[in-house]
């Protein structure tokens, strides 16, 4: 490599033999945040990639950028320290659904609601991977696992609506083998704030197929809703079907064009500042909202930290630590 | 009280008894502003020049239930001509704003001692709720000591009257009018309390207003009113103190500077992350207060939040620190564990509360050490220091900061609600003084691995993000003690439990010798301590020893590793005791290290050791005592 040649994909690639299942999700989205980071200008030095424990947290070990495989849950809040004495880093958290949305929900929910300027990725495959296969936080009600033999009785919860219960304001959806993955990638690294993005991720040892209604080459299409600001929700193979706002429920019905007199201006318009639409469009039945469902900017936290010391040292007036400690009475004894 | 002789006038024209020293006790409901009421003595105290030690006591509801006894909140000071290092035993003078204030603090007070009464708040009702069948200022209870029992809700009530103010605000004014009564009878300025009400109350000038009327009232009324035979007003001399700057600490705000210089040492960002918890929240609350001073606070979600913050600023090539109590430091277990495995330097600050579980979070024990050297799973050594004074919290924080970045380890840092929230003066540190201990990031890529070491202290090398060429990854995972991958080689996963307890054990070497802080070496008792038993400790040592005994005085502030030396020194004496305010843990960590036989003593009451029962304690082990070893050996 000399000085000044592009970065490449390979250049983000570390040495490592990557160890996940044959198959799995993750190489995909492995393959999608190298091609990503040279496209967004990301260093190899100033890119930290933070995960907490799983599957899916192994993946800094295969980034050649630094990286913090650290403990159970709590990546975000690594992730916080970092950002708030290191805001000049790029951070990634990389997280599970049960690392994110079990152990570690209150870290997600605060890293979100504070803004921190970073990427969080959580990969979704609605199980418990590397404790082989126990059914999970996203898992359907009635999945058999070892852990419930008889069916899970736990209600699943929809990550990108906690996350918008917690106050993201950046929250977007992909999944693993998708070409548009690198794109929705490529907008979270733009926003300044924390950047929620739920990948669905297949798991094919323990919850193989699990997103094939959504994923698959032939049928998939009917099942994405691919959103773009400012246009009219349609998908579907030739654009056919299509979201509607239903008034007397407040909720998104998706509806077939052309059908009952229903063209494209009673469709929902996609705004990506209005909370309300991204939280109708979170949980639709049989078809998965994909790309930016929301995005407003706000205070960023680690700037906000960086402004009150500005705004400390200002006040302060030169006051140091010898003047700290003659701060208040004091008293000379001769 | 202590030697009388008279002395000359003062003030008040009346002719005042000198005191070498004295113990006060301010109590009443815990909304009476009695820890207020005793921070401003304690500032007039030692602007008077006397040397000083206080103790406040308060329960953990904020606002239990008036009246009742649980509900009790005090405040000790002692202050004296001389060096003193305890806030005393019996207080000579209690306060006591209402009857349940008085039946928890009666028994202390010293026979013949100065009963202070507020008779106000002597209502039935309140009789009833203190748990009094009769009234005990009227049943012969209060005969032994020398009342004074003043109507002060009443008085400071008249005292106000002509700023008509609502009842609430007037009523409140009550610890004002006492503490002002208290400065006439001990000849303290009221200066510094009117300036403190006026800064404090800057927005609401009435009330500043009111608060100043009632404090000198109180000192109006002592200098008028004509008191009881044998209540006189007094004098304590200044005391003869090392020259030089002073001022009133408490531990946590110690603790806080200590950081805060430690950060400016070492040439870096200082991180704070924390939760509130009890006792350690001022330490906080005054970290918050530097960010012009390189500190950066954040008020985590929760504990383990807040310990995982401090190490990925940590990584990030900051100071990364946190701050609890026990029932932090059980949740941060794991992430304390991290830091250790990936070597990086962190600093927790464990202020002591009684335990377990919630335990007594308003009282002092020091049973955390247990969790400081071995809470946490597999084998994970780290640094343990103990202050031992509020001011030794500043200089035992410089030693966390330069140990943690120096050793590449976390480090552990006790102190306990005793003296986190107890003042002393303290005598201004020549900052110039101390050496600073720059850290030099890595930056050479030639050959670079993570785990690459110093081969005489065997700390890692320090990369932080940013630096090119350096890129690597750290984790949990048990990594190949060269390379720095992931690695399950059984030999390897042996050499680097034994690398890390040998780094940690290497911090010996760069720490002072075990010493004596009184007596010498071969005599009958040595009394060991750690932690904020300091005081207490020396002062009884310091009595026996007056009395010819042999007897010495051994302060461990580097708990692990132990310090060079300490096992000769135990070795050369009759008897060792252990004395700590826990169920012996010292002691079995010092039995376990050094196979001695030494005895312990504790105290496990959420309260410090009072130096009588520490005396009585050492005389029974001095040769004739009732536990004296035989002299014969069988």
């Given at each position: 490599m000399t000085e000044n040649a592009p970065l490449t994909k390979k250049d983000f690639s570390s040495d490592q033999e990557v160890r996940w299942c044959p198959g799995c999700g993750d190489y995909a989205i492995l393959a999608a945040v190298?091609?990503?980071?040279?496209?967004?200008?990301?260093?190899?030095?100033?890119?930290?990639?933070?995960?907490?424990?799983?599957?899916?947290?192994?993946?800094?070990?295969?980034?050649?950028?630094?990286?913090?495989?650290?403990?159970?849950?709590?990546?975000?809040?690594?992730?916080?320290?970092?950002?708030?004495?290191?805001?000049?880093?790029?951070?990634?958290?990389?997280?599970?659904?049960?690392?994110?949305?079990?152990?570690?929900?209150?870290?997600?929910?605060?890293?979100?609601?504070?803004?921190?300027?970073?990427?969080?990725?959580?990969?979704?495959?609605?199980?418990?991977?590397?404790?082989?296969?126990?059914?999970?936080?996203?898992?359907?009600?009635?999945?058999?696992?070892?852990?419930?033999?008889?069916?899970?009785?736990?209600?699943?919860?929809?990550?990108?609506?906690?996350?918008?219960?917690?106050?993201?304001?950046?929250?977007?959806?992909?999944?693993?083998?998708?070409?548009?993955?690198?794109?929705?990638?490529?907008?979270?690294?733009?926003?300044?704030?924390?950047?929620?993005?739920?990948?669905?991720?297949?798991?094919?040892?323990?919850?193989?197929?699990?997103?094939?209604?959504?994923?698959?080459?032939?049928?998939?299409?009917?099942?994405?809703?691919?959103?773009?600001?400012?246009?009219?929700?349609?998908?579907?193979?030739?654009?056919?079907?299509?979201?509607?706002?239903?008034?007397?429920?407040?909720?998104?019905?998706?509806?077939?064009?052309?059908?009952?007199?229903?063209?494209?201006?009673?469709?929902?318009?996609?705004?990506?500042?209005?909370?309300?639409?991204?939280?109708?469009?979170?949980?639709?039945?049989?078809?998965?909202?994909?790309?930016?469902?929301?995005?407003?900017?706000?205070?960023?936290?680690?700037?906000?930290?960086?402004?009150?010391?500005?705004?400390?040292?200002?006040?302060?007036?030169?006051?140091?630590?010898?003047?700290?400690?003659?701060?208040?009475?004091?008293?000379?004894?001769? | 009280m202590s030697d009388v002789e008279k002395a000359n006038g003062t003030a008040s024209e009346l002719p005042r008894e000198l005191l070498d020293s004295v113990v006060i006790r301010f109590a009443g409901d815990s909304g009476d502003g009695m820890q207020l009421t005793g921070m401003q003595f304690t500032t007039a105290t030692a602007l008077m020049g006397n040397d000083l030690a206080t103790f406040p006591d308060f329960p953990a509801e904020i606002r239990a239930p008036a009246g009742t006894t649980y509900g009790v909140s005090g405040f000790q000071i002692h202050f004296a001509d001389h060096d003193i290092l305890t806030p005393g035993d019996a207080p000579d003078v209690l306060v006591a704003m209402n009857p349940a204030a008085l039946k928890v603090n009666l028994p202390e007070l010293k026979r013949g001692g100065l009963l202070v009464v507020n008779t106000g708040a002597f209502t039935k009702g309140n009789l009833k709720k203190a748990g009094y069948d009769t009234n005990p200022l009227e049943d012969g209870s209060t005969d032994p000591y020398r009342l004074l029992d003043l109507d002060i809700s009443k008085l400071s009530l008249n005292a106000v009257a002509e700023l008509g103010l609502g009842a609430k605000d007037a009523g409140r004014t009550k610890n004002m009018w006492t503490l002002g009564l208290m400065f006439w009878l001990f000849g303290r300025d009221r200066q510094s309390t009117v300036d403190w009400l006026e800064k404090k109350f800057a927005k609401k000038p009435d009330i500043a207003q009111a608060n100043i009327l009632a404090l000198n009232a109180g000192h109006i009324y002592g200098e008028s009113a004509e008191m009881p035979s044998g209540i006189g007003v007094y004098q304590v001399p200044k005391a003869e103190l090392e020259p030089g700057e002073y001022r009133n600490i408490d531990g946590n705000q110690a603790l806080a500077w200590g950081l805060a210089t430690g950060g400016k040492l070492a040439s870096l960002p200082v991180f704070y992350g924390s939760y509130p918890i009890t006792p350690a929240s001022s330490l906080l609350h005054n970290l918050a207060k530097l960010k012009h001073l390189g500190v950066t606070t954040f008020q985590a979600e929760d504990e383990i939040a807040a310990v995982c913050a401090a190490i990925g600023a940590s990584f990030g090539g900051a100071v990364g620190v946190t701050g609890t109590s026990g029932p932090g430091v059980a949740l941060k277990g794991e992430a304390i564990g991290l830091a250790i495995a990936t070597e990086l330097p962190l600093i927790v600050c464990d202020v002591q509360r009684g335990g377990p579980s919630t335990g007594l979070p308003t009282k002092t024990e020091q049973s955390d050490l247990f969790q400081a050297v071995w809470g946490r799973n597999g084998d994970a050594p780290l640094i343990v220091l103990a202050a031992a004074t509020p001011g030794d919290c500043f200089h035992m924080a410089i030693e966390a900061v330069r140990l943690s970045t120096k050793y590449m380890t976390p480090v552990v840092l006790l102190t306990d609600g005793y003296i986190a929230n107890g003042a002393e003066p303290w005598k201004l540190p020549d900052l110039d003084a101390i050496a600073p201990f720059p850290v030099h990031f890595h930056t050479d890529t030639e050959g670079f691995f993570p785990f690459q070491r110093d081969p005489e202290t065997l700390a890692r090398v320090w990369a932080k993000p940013g630096t090119p060429g350096l890129q690597h990854r750290i984790g949990g995972l048990e990594k190949n003690q060269h390379s720095g991958h992931i690695s399950y080689d059984p030999d390897n996963h042996h050499a680097m439990v034994k690398l890390r307890a040998q780094k940690v054990a290497n911090v010996a070497k760069d720490v002072p010798e075990a010493t004596l802080e009184l007596g010498e070496a071969g005599g009958d008792v040595l009394v060991v301590g750690w932690g904020s038993t300091y005081g207490s400790i020396r002062q009884a040592v310091q009595h026996t020893m007056k009395k010819g005994a042999k007897v010495a005085h051994l302060h461990l502030r580097n708990i692990w590793p132990l310090p060079r030396g300490l096992e000769d020194l135990m070795k050369s004496f009759d008897k060792v005791i252990i004395a700590e305010l826990n169920d012996g843990q010292l002691l079995k960590l010092l039995r376990a290290e050094l196979l001695t036989d030494a005895i312990g003593h504790q105290k496990i009451a959420g309260q410090p050791f009072r130096v009588s029962e520490l005396v009585e304690m050492i005389e029974t082990h001095l040769p004739g005592g009732s536990d004296a070893r035989p002299s014969a050996v069988a």
């Open positions: 190298q091609r990503t980071l040279p496209k967004v200008g990301a260093t190899l030095e100033n890119t930290v990639f933070i995960s907490g424990i799983g599957c899916s947290s192994r993946f800094p070990y295969y980034m050649n950028t630094y990286g913090f495989h650290t403990i159970h849950g709590r990546a975000p809040a690594f992730a916080t320290g970092l950002k708030v004495v290191r805001p000049d880093l790029d951070v990634w958290v990389i997280s599970g659904d049960g690392d994110s949305l079990s152990i570690g929900g209150n870290h997600m929910l605060h890293v979100l609601r504070r803004n921190v300027n970073l990427q969080y990725l959580l990969f979704n495959n609605q199980i418990y991977g590397l404790t082989k296969g126990q059914y999970s936080p996203t898992s359907d009600v009635g999945q058999i696992s070892p852990s419930s033999p008889y069916g899970s009785i736990d209600q699943p919860v929809t990550p990108v609506r906690i996350a918008l219960g917690a106050g993201a304001r950046f929250v977007a959806r992909g999944y693993d083998v998708s070409k548009q993955l690198p794109d929705v990638l490529e907008a979270a690294h733009r926003f300044q704030g924390a950047s929620f993005v739920e990948i669905l991720q297949n798991c094919p040892v323990f919850n193989d197929g699990v997103f094939d209604l959504i994923t698959d080459r032939k049928k998939g299409p009917q099942h994405q809703l691919w959103l773009e600001h400012g246009q009219p929700m349609t998908f579907g193979k030739n654009g056919e079907m299509g979201v509607r706002l239903n008034p007397q429920t407040l909720s998104a019905e998706i509806v077939t064009l052309g059908e009952n007199g229903i063209t494209e201006a009673d469709l929902l318009v996609h705004d990506e500042t209005n909370r309300n639409i991204a939280w109708l469009i979170a949980d639709l039945p049989d078809v998965k909202a994909l790309g930016v469902l929301y995005r407003e900017d706000g205070p960023v936290y680690d700037e906000s930290v960086r402004q009150q010391v500005q705004m400390a040292e200002e006040r302060a007036k030169g006051a140091d630590l010898k003047s700290l400690l003659r701060e208040g009475h004091t008293w000379t004894v001769s | -």
